[in-house]
């Protein structure tokens, strides 16, 4: 049924404090496919509405469907297959990684964790998503305080595309970065939708990025 | 002159088991009423290059090279003493990164201005009196009076970016170094940001934005420099290098923006431990040959330019 592969917000209310509501009964739909842009000034709740949308945050009122099932459950108490199946990348690399971690680990640790793959298929896997993010394999073996934001987001992405979401929430994904490595992990992941047509989330203060990246961009009511 | 004129500056971090050579002998000029934009990308050296002119760098620092401060006052090597009571705030104001980390978080932002107000322009009357003077300088900066006396959680992006602006021109400094002042903030308040510090430069301060931001570089610079693995390869009139690069860095990093070819410059910038002998660009520079095995140094490339390479590109001004 095609009508029902879509990432899907209805009605979605989250207040943090009681005087006022970050979202205000926000609905937004992300096909299978499709990428949408989402644009607006700082504080308007996009990186709200990425983060119910990944099921890490219930909202206080409304629904989210996963292709046409209800989402009934957020954070670790998202069964494990709607979890693995919405990926999020982050503004912050620096604070999206466990510092302990090499970028090896950092890539194989969803394919580990969700028990897909064995430690020695999850470094070969590793290594086949870091090279097509641009990593490497001196930066494999590195810590995250020995690389640079630019190559530290790099191993987010290839971490994100680790378990074939069917979505890709791309919070300000590339704000920090210089032009170039922009332009480089746009195309890594424009790349990857190519290959399994997943549906794509892009945020960003950058009205001209979501203008050349997506099919079309919409701002928070 | 009056203005900076930093010549061979160089600064090395001596680690456990390796040399970072975070500069390579810049030369910068700022000069009163202009906007000198330093782009390059995350790691490149050019926040390190602004805290070497203020001597807030780490004790593991090797500083070397010249900095004249309205040709008079050598900055690099400066005593202490006079770095913090003569210079700091008073003759060179500091626009930091992420304003909002780089506030006290339990005091609220009229403390934070009222206390450096108090310091850099003498104690100055009373309580009242200083109190008007954070007032009338918070509304200089945009701010409205009343959020002063918010806690740095209670501002938004912007409100602490003129907080931050505020505080940098507590003292009335000459000079201006904004360290990568847009992070974090939206198009509307990076386009205000870049106005600000305009406003700065028609004030007949002298400003030295620090961005990996092209396009917020383009809103408001009189010249470019490009820094690449701790070098400066490129220094133009703002317009006629967003017209034409020079050099093959910069020419990749204007290609790589979304409103232009959107294609990133193949591989990575060179490990600071281990920077390449040569051009350090060569590695990843299509035009590159025999000749880039050895280190270019920054010759004319037109009217006001020096570009770092062998091969500069062919300007459509030229």
Same mark, same amino acid.
């Given at each position: 049924?095609?009508?029902?592969?879509?990432?899907?917000?209805?009605?979605?209310?989250?207040?943090?404090?009681?005087? &006022?509501?970050?979202?205000?009964?926000?609905?937004?739909?992300?096909?299978?496919?499709? %990428?949408?842009?989402?644009?607006? !000034?700082?504080?308007?709740?996009?990186?709200?509405?990425?983060?119910?949308?990944?099921?890490?945050?219930? !909202?206080?009122?409304?629904?989210?469907?996963?292709?046409?099932?209800?989402?009934?459950?957020?954070?670790?108490?998202?069964?494990?297959?709607?979890?693995?199946?919405?990926?999020?990348?982050?503004?912050?690399?620096?604070?999206?990684?466990?510092?302990?971690?090499?970028?090896?680990?950092?890539?194989?640790?969803?394919? #580990? %964790?969700?028990?897909?793959?064995?430690?020695?298929?999850?470094?070969?896997?590793?290594?086949?998503?870091?090279? =097509?993010?641009?990593?490497?394999?001196?930066?494999?073996?590195?810590?995250?305080?020995?690389?640079?934001?630019?190559?530290?987001?790099?191993?987010?992405?290839?971490?994100?595309?680790?378990?074939?979401?069917?979505?890709?929430?791309?919070?300000?994904?590339?704000?920090?970065?210089?032009?170039?490595?922009? &332009?480089? #992990?746009?195309?890594?992941?424009?790349?990857?939708?190519?290959?399994?047509?997943?549906?794509?989330?892009?945020?960003?203060?950058?009205?001209? $990025?979501?203008?050349?990246?997506?099919?079309?961009?919409?701002?928070?009511? | 002159?009056? *203005?900076?004129?930093?010549?061979?500056?160089?600064?090395?971090?001596?680690?456990?088991?390796?040399?970072?050579?975070?500069?390579?002998?810049?030369?910068?000029?700022?000069?009163? *009423?202009?906007?000198?934009?330093?782009?390059?990308?995350?790691?490149? *050296?050019?926040?390190?290059?602004?805290?070497?002119?203020?001597?807030?760098?780490?004790?593991?620092?090797?500083?070397?090279?010249?900095?004249?401060?309205?040709?008079?006052?050598?900055?690099? *090597?400066?005593?202490?003493?006079?770095?913090?009571?003569?210079?700091?705030?008073?003759?060179?104001?500091?626009?930091?990164?992420?304003?909002?980390?780089?506030?006290?978080?339990?005091?609220?932002?009229?403390?934070?201005?009222?206390?450096?107000?108090?310091? @850099?322009?003498?104690?100055?009357?009373?309580?009242?009196?200083?109190?008007?003077?954070?007032?009338?300088?918070?509304?200089?900066?945009?701010?409205?009076?009343?959020?002063?006396?918010?806690?740095?959680?209670?501002?938004?992006?912007?409100?602490?970016?003129?907080?931050?602006?505020?505080?940098?021109?507590?003292?009335?400094?000459?000079?201006?170094?904004?360290?990568?002042?847009?992070?974090?903030?939206?198009?509307?308040?990076?386009?205000?940001?870049?106005?600000?510090? =305009?406003?700065?430069?028609?004030?007949?301060?002298?400003?030295?934005?620090?961005?990996?931001? $092209? =396009?917020?570089?383009?809103?408001?610079?009189?010249?470019?420099?490009?820094?690449? %693995?701790?070098?400066?390869?490129?220094?133009?009139?703002?317009?006629?290098?967003?017209?034409?690069?020079?050099? /093959?860095?910069?020419?990749? @990093? $204007?290609?790589?923006?979304?409103?232009?070819?959107?294609?990133?410059?193949?591989?990575? %910038?060179?490990?600071?431990?281990?920077? /390449?002998?040569?051009?350090?660009?060569?590695?990843?520079?299509?035009?590159?040959?025999?000749?880039?095995?050895?280190?270019?140094?920054? =010759?004319?490339?037109?009217?006001?330019?020096?570009?770092?390479?062998?091969?500069?590109?062919?300007?459509?001004?030229?």
């Amino acid at each position: 049924m095609p009508d029902t592969c879509a990432l899907e917000a209805a009605g979605v209310t989250v207040a943090f404090d009681r005087r &006022a509501a970050v979202l205000d009964s926000v609905s937004f739909r992300i096909e299978h496919g499709a %990428a949408v842009g989402l644009a607006g !000034p700082s504080g308007c709740g996009k990186s709200t509405l990425a983060r119910v949308l990944a099921l890490l945050l219930k !909202p206080s009122a409304g629904s989210v469907r996963l292709d046409g099932r209800p989402v009934t459950g957020w954070r670790y108490r998202a069964p494990r297959e709607a979890r693995t199946a919405i990926a999020l990348i982050f503004q912050q690399p620096r604070a999206a990684v466990d510092p302990r971690l090499t970028l090896a680990e950092i890539v194989a640790e969803p394919l #580990l %964790a969700s028990g897909r793959a064995g430690r020695k298929e999850a470094a070969h896997a590793a290594a086949s998503l870091a090279e =097509r993010t641009g990593l490497t394999a001196d930066l494999l073996g590195r810590r995250p305080h020995e690389v640079s934001d630019g190559q530290l987001q790099r191993a987010c992405v290839a971490r994100a595309l680790a378990l074939e979401p069917r979505y890709l929430v791309c919070d300000e994904m590339t704000s920090m970065l210089d032009a170039s490595t922009q &332009a480089f #992990l746009v195309a890594a992941v424009e790349e990857y939708r190519a290959r399994t047509g997943a549906g794509l989330l892009a945020i960003s203060h950058d009205e001209a $990025l979501l203008a050349r990246w997506c099919d079309e961009v919409r701002t928070l009511p | 002159m009056n *203005g900076l004129l930093v010549r061979g500056l160089t600064v090395r971090f001596l680690l456990r088991r390796a040399v970072v050579h975070a500069v390579a002998d810049v030369g910068l000029t700022l000069t009163p *009423g202009r906007c000198l934009a330093v782009v390059g990308e995350s790691g490149c *050296g050019k926040s390190v290059m602004a805290h070497a002119l203020l001597g807030l760098l780490p004790a593991n620092a090797r500083v070397e090279g010249e900095a004249w401060l309205d040709g008079e006052l050598q900055l690099i *090597g400066a005593p202490e003493p006079v770095l913090a009571r003569r210079v700091r705030g008073r003759r060179i104001g500091l626009i930091p990164q992420s304003p909002a980390t780089h506030l006290t978080p339990v005091r609220t932002a009229r403390s934070q201005l009222q206390e450096t107000l108090k310091e @850099l322009t003498g104690a100055g009357g009373s309580a009242a009196r200083l109190r008007t003077r954070a007032d009338s300088l918070a509304a200089r900066a945009g701010l409205d009076p009343a959020d002063l006396d918010r806690y740095p959680h209670e501002l938004s992006g912007g409100t602490a970016q003129r907080v931050a602006n505020a505080l940098a021109l507590a003292g009335d400094p000459p000079i201006v170094l904004a360290d990568e002042p847009t992070t974090g903030l939206d198009r509307p308040l990076i386009e205000a940001t870049m106005a600000e510090l =305009r406003r700065f430069c028609d004030e007949g301060r002298a400003v030295l934005l620090i961005t990996h931001d $092209l =396009r917020a570089a383009e809103l408001v610079a009189d010249d470019i420099a490009v820094m690449y %693995a701790g070098r400066i390869v490129e220094t133009a009139p703002a317009g006629d290098f967003f017209a034409g690069p020079r050099h /093959p860095y910069a020419d990749g @990093l $204007l290609r790589a923006q979304p409103t232009r070819e959107f294609t990133p410059i193949p591989g990575f %910038a060179p490990e600071l431990t281990a920077l /390449p002998d040569g051009c350090a660009f060569g590695p990843r520079c299509g035009g590159a040959d025999a000749a880039c095995r050895s280190r270019p140094e920054p =010759r004319p490339a037109g009217r006001d330019r020096l570009a770092a390479c062998h091969h500069p590109l062919e300007g459509r001004d030229a």
